[in-house]
């Protein structure tokens, strides 16, 4: 079937409205109707570092209403409204064991451009394009299998849930299934964007003592604020560290990385009290550390978090169930764009004008 994709052909290259083929669902898959996709900070990575081949269609935070099952198909019907989430083959042991965030095929699935079976489902004029994260949602329509796809509520915006399938889903998982912080404790979030935010709204969820806040720019903390945080640091002003320890009475139980920059993990690394607990989430370079000073000599523990280590099916519908009921506002986040507009979402996302930009695709 022809479709409208925002097609990238080559490193850094803006988005081009094109049309493009794509092939019908085949065993296990699904046919979806895009109705929105949310911009992420990895379909930039993807666009300007070459992280997965050209000539692609990125977008992999996409909600939508199936059109088509393939065979084999179980758990998903026509007409049902979907958010779609990352790839992962359910059959390692990973998988099995309920950590498919942790795939053993997740790089091969999510960034290698093709499907499962080894072939293509976009085309364009006798060419191939390559899949995102299994799904390509900056489209029309597309083509996901089944793993991908996660049944929600028809009674909440659907253009509104794409996000929960990736940047939402990775910040207030880390928080509510690695993390598990207990009642009366204290967590550090160092970065408020759209997957800080989420974690401080799921630290609120489970009743943390002290939710401390850390970035540059005060509109965003004062955001921080109204979303959950008891205190926030602003690391341009104060020596984060210090103001930590003196909030917290020795230090946080917990830590959350979003931003990848290495004098922050350090920080976050110093700011910890013995035992306590430092999730990685943003993509950090390699760095120094003074493993016995700064880890092993007060028993503390840093640990890669990849998609808040959620299953999508089980976790997606619980977060929609926290947003009904007023208790993880992630709608705050949110900034809607036109399709059309997709290049001016990646530029607002970019300069911190628009925290959580979504593109709208169809009604």
């Known amino acids: 079937m022809k479709i409208q994709a925002a097609v990238t052909h080559s490193q850094g290259e803006e988005f081009k409205f094109e049309d493009v083929e794509l092939i019908e669902p085949k065993v296990n898959e699904v046919l979806i109707k895009i109705v929105a996709s949310g911009v992420c900070h990895t379909d930039a990575v993807a666009r300007d570092m070459a992280i997965a081949p050209y000539p692609i269609v990125l977008g992999h935070e996409g909600s939508g209403i199936v059109e088509k099952v393939g065979e084999g198909v179980k758990r998903i019907e026509p007409g049902d409204h979907v958010v779609l989430s990352f790839a992962s083959c359910g059959h390692c042991e990973n998988c099995l064991t309920g950590h498919p965030t942790v795939c053993t095929e997740f790089n091969e699935l999510n960034f290698g451009g093709k499907m499962e079976d080894d072939t293509h489902r976009l085309h364009q004029h006798n060419q191939e394009l390559s899949t995102f994260f299994g799904q390509s949602s900056f489209a029309t329509y597309a083509v996901a299998n089944e793993r991908n796809v996660v049944k929600v509520d028809k009674d909440v915006d659907l253009a509104l849930l794409g996000p929960l399938g990736c940047g939402i889903q990775t910040g207030s998982g880390t928080v509510l299934n690695k993390l598990k912080p207990e009642f009366g404790t204290s967590i550090v979030v160092y970065g408020t964007g759209a997957v800080g935010l989420s974690a401080i709204m799921a630290a609120k969820i489970t009743d943390c003592k002290n939710i401390i806040a850390v ?149």
Do not use: W
């Not at 607990?277 to 978090?305: C, D, F, R, W, Y």
């Not at 808040?308 to 947003?323: H, K, M, R, T």
């Not at 009921?325 to 997709?342: N, S």
């Open 215 to 363: 970035d540059i720019h005060d509109n965003r903390l004062e955001l921080a604020k109204e979303l959950g945080a008891t205190h926030t640091i602003n690391s341009k002003n104060e020596d984060v560290v210090e103001k930590i320890k003196d909030i917290t009475d020795g230090g946080s139980h917990y830590g959350l990385d979003t931003t990848g920059v290495p004098v922050v993990v350090r920080q976050a690394l110093r700011a910890l009290r013995p035992l306590g607990q430092l999730a990685i989430v943003g993509v950090t370079p390699e760095m120094s550390i003074n493993v016995h000073e700064e880890i092993m000599a007060e028993g503390k523990t840093m640990v890669g978090v990849i998609e808040g280590d959620a299953v999508p099916q089980l976790f997606i519908p619980q977060l929609v169930e926290y947003y009904k009921k007023g208790k993880f506002p992630f709608d705050k986040l949110v900034t809607f764009y036109d399709f059309t507009e997709i290049n001016q979402a990646f530029e607002d996302s970019k300069n911190g004008l628009a925290i959580k930009p979504i593109v709208k695709i169809s009604e």
